[in-house]
């Protein structure tokens, strides 16, 4: 009878670190996409930081001196938080900034499309043609997405950099 | 906590460096603390005020164009102006080319700079005298110009 109750407590132990073993992968490859999302989204925009300002000013929010300031400093902050989240350094950190910069966009996405603007998203391309208010809704609905992948990382562990893992490897 | 902050502050730290040096670096570098963003990142594209550009749609030799979506352009346009969207262009140019001179003085409009941008530079490009309307249609509207 203790040897079946003994059992059941190390098949449910078993069972618990398989789903925690599953939970610490998703999180790792979440941490992986998300970054190759933002290197992705950052390159163009920092080769063409003058399309890039054209895309921020069409959205008709900040005042003229702060367009440009912002297409030259966004793209490398999204380069930065990508990298970050790629090589596991400053996850939180990182995944906090990627969380506040998704609130920003939902806001501006969903503004611009409250206001009946016809312009270009600039999310991953810069020079790519005018979308209509349903494109930049989706486009704000995607980033809600990004939004939970992002407070997921803050809230959780999202795995080792490569090099703790070759630490531990070593270890 | 305190270190979190800590860490998010250098990351927007180094991304601001990292803009502002590469930027100085770039022999086409943008001002970032431009005032008129949109003259000053096309040099070689000219820009025309609606107030510029009201007194020319009277005239002959000007074509007001319009580059955003032919629904668009059904809905409401500039008067007289021409269907030209910047989303299907080289389609749009190919029926239009026969009825564009290159002494004719070009006016592009759009609901976004960007687009009209587009339009203006691949005018320009294959020898057309091409301006930029600024503010665009919004600018166009507000001013209660000539519609239709």
Redesign the interface.
């Known amino acids: 009878m203790q040897s079946a109750g003994t059992d059941t407590l190390a098949t449910r132990a078993a069972a618990a670190g398989r789903g925690q073993r599953v939970v610490a992968v998703g999180l790792f490859l979440l941490r992986l996409g998300m970054a190759a999302v933002f290197i992705g989204a950052a390159l163009p925009k920092?080769a063409a930081?003058?399309?890039f300002?054209?895309?921020v000013?069409?959205y008709q929010i900040l005042p003229?001196?702060g367009?440009?300031?912002l297409?030259?400093?966004?793209?490398?902050?999204e380069l930065?938080?990508g990298l970050?989240l790629g090589l596991g350094l400053?996850s939180?950190?990182?995944a906090?900034?990627m969380a506040g910069l998704m609130v920003v966009f939902m806001i501006a996405l969903v503004s611009a499309a409250g206001r009946g603007?016809?312009?270009?998203c600039g999310c991953f391309e810069v020079?790519e043609?005018?979308a209509g208010a349903s494109t930049l809704v989706w486009a704000a609905l995607r980033d809600l997405g990004f939004l939970v992948a992002a407070l997921l990382l803050v809230r959780f562990d999202a795995g080792p950099s490569p090099l703790q893992w070759w630490r531990r490897r070593r270890a | 906590m305190a270190r979190?902050a800590g860490?998010?502050l250098v990351?927007?730290g180094?991304?601001?460096l990292?803009?502002?040096v590469?930027?100085a670096l770039r022999s086409?570098?943008?001002?970032?603390?431009?005032?008129?963003?949109?003259r000053?990142?096309?040099p070689d594209v000219e820009f025309v005020s609606t107030d510029e550009a009201a007194p020319l749609q009277s005239q002959s030799t000007t074509l007001f164009l319009d580059a955003?979506?032919p629904a668009?352009f059904s809905a409401q346009h500039v008067f007289g102006a021409v269907s030209l969207p910047?989303?299907s262009l080289d389609g749009a140019y190919a029926e239009l080319r026969d009825f564009l001179a290159p002494e004719m003085e070009l006016i592009v409009y759009?609901?976004?700079?960007?687009?009209a941008?587009?339009v203006a530079k691949y005018l320009s490009e294959r020898g057309y005298k091409a301006r930029v309307l600024e503010g665009g249609w919004e600018a166009w509207q507000d001013e209660r110009l000539p519609m239709e």
């Open positions: 920092i930081p003058d399309l300002a054209l895309a000013h069409n003229a001196w367009v440009n300031a297409a030259l400093f966004l793209p490398w902050l930065i938080i970050c400053w939180r950190a990182s906090l900034l603007l016809s312009i270009s020079g043609h005018a | 979190l860490q998010v990351l927007l180094v991304s601001i990292l803009g502002l590469t930027n086409e570098g943008i001002d970032w603390g431009g005032r008129d963003p949109e000053f990142r096309h955003r979506t668009e910047a989303a759009a609901g976004d700079t960007m687009s941008v587009r």
